[in-house]
C-alpha cells in the first residue's frame, strides 16, 4: 500500500492556460475525493466519486473546471483559463466505500500557483 | 448554515505541558466528528474520529478527543506535549447522510523547547 499519490507536487502557470493533476488512490478505494486549500484555511470540498461516477461537485467547482475518474482508477482535474484566485493546494482523498465515516486518505497534494 | 468552527488560530506551547484545542459544530443532527494533523510538506492525517458509543476517543500520537453533545463540541487533547506534534490541526464533519468532510479553518500549534 504506497498511500495516495498526487502529481506533479508544484505547478506554476501563467493567467488563461490550462492545467491537469493527476491523483491515484489507494487501489481498493472506491471513493475518490478532490478538495481545495488556500492559504490558512481548512480544505473546501470540490466533488466526488463513487467509482467512475461522478456523485457530487461544490459550487465552487466553476464550469472551468473538470474532474475525470475513467475505469474507477486514477482522477483528472482539469481547469480551463486559470486565473489567480485558482492558486491554491489541491487535494486527493481516497476512502473505503460504505460508512460516511470510513477514514479519507489524503495525497501529499498538488500546489498551484498562477501567475 | 452548517458549520466549523476552530476558535484558536494559533496556540503555543511548552514541550511536555498540555495541549486542548477547542472544536465546535453547527449541524441539523450529530455529525460524524474528526481530527486532522498536517505538518509542513504532508498530507493530511486522521488522528481520530467519533462516529458512535463511548464520547471519550482515543486515537494515534497520545491524542484523545471528547465528543460533549449539549455543548456542539469536539476538543482535542493531549497530556504532554512533544516537539513533533508541531503542526496544523483540523477538525472536520461528515452529515449522516453525507460523505464529503467539511473542515474548521485550522489551528497551529507551535511547540517551544
Known amino acids: 500500500d504506497t498511500g495516495v499519490s498526487q502529481d506533479p507536487r508544484h505547478k506554476i502557470t501563467k493567467r488563461g492556460q490550462n492545467v491537469t493533476f493527476r491523483c491515484d488512490p489507494i487501489?481498493?478505494?472506491?471513493?475518490l475525493y478532490w478538495y481545495r486549500q488556500t492559504l490558512g484555511q481548512g480544505p473546501e470540498f470540490l466533488t466526488y466519486?463513487?467509482?467512475?461516477?461522478?456523485?457530487?461537485k461544490s459550487r465552487l467547482l466553476s464550469d472551468r473546471f473538470s474532474a475525470e475518474r475513467p475505469k474507477g482508477s486514477f482522477s483528472t482535474l482539469e481547469i480551463q483559463r486559470t486565473e489567480q484566485g485558482d492558486s491554491a493546494m489541491y487535494l486527493c482523498?481516497?476512502?473505503?466505500?460504505?460508512?460516511?465515516?470510513?477514514?479519507?486518505?489524503f495525497g501529499p497534494g498538488t500546489r498551484l500557483t498562477v501567475l | 448554515a452548517q458549520s466549523v468552527t476552530q476558535p484558536d488560530i494559533h496556540i503555543t506551547v511548552s514541550e511536555g505541558a498540555s495541549l486542548e484545542l477547542r472544536c465546535n459544530y453547527s449541524?441539523?443532527?450529530?455529525?460524524?466528528l474528526f481530527w486532522y494533523v498536517q505538518s509542513p510538506g504532508q498530507g493530511l492525517q486522521l488522528l481520530l474520529k467519533?462516529?458512535?458509543?463511548?464520547?471519550l476517543v482515543q486515537g494515534i500520537k497520545g491524542f484523545e478527543a471528547e465528543f460533549k453533545r449539549s455543548q456542539s463540541s469536539f476538543n482535542l487533547r493531549k497530556p504532554s506535549v512533544h516537539w513533533s506534534d508541531a503542526a496544523e490541526y483540523f477538525c472536520?464533519?461528515?452529515?449522516?447522510?453525507?460523505?464529503?468532510?467539511?473542515f474548521g479553518a485550522g489551528t497551529t500549534v507551535t511547540v517551544r523547547a
Open positions: 482523498a481516497s476512502s473505503l466505500s460504505g460508512e460516511p465515516y470510513n477514514e479519507q486518505f
Open positions: 487501489s481498493e478505494h472506491n471513493r
Open positions: 466519486f463513487q467509482n467512475e461516477a461522478q456523485l457530487e
Open positions: 449541524y441539523g443532527a450529530t455529525p460524524y
Open positions: 467519533y462516529f458512535s458509543g463511548d464520547t
Open positions: 472536520a464533519v461528515v452529515g449522516v447522510n453525507d460523505y464529503k468532510l467539511s
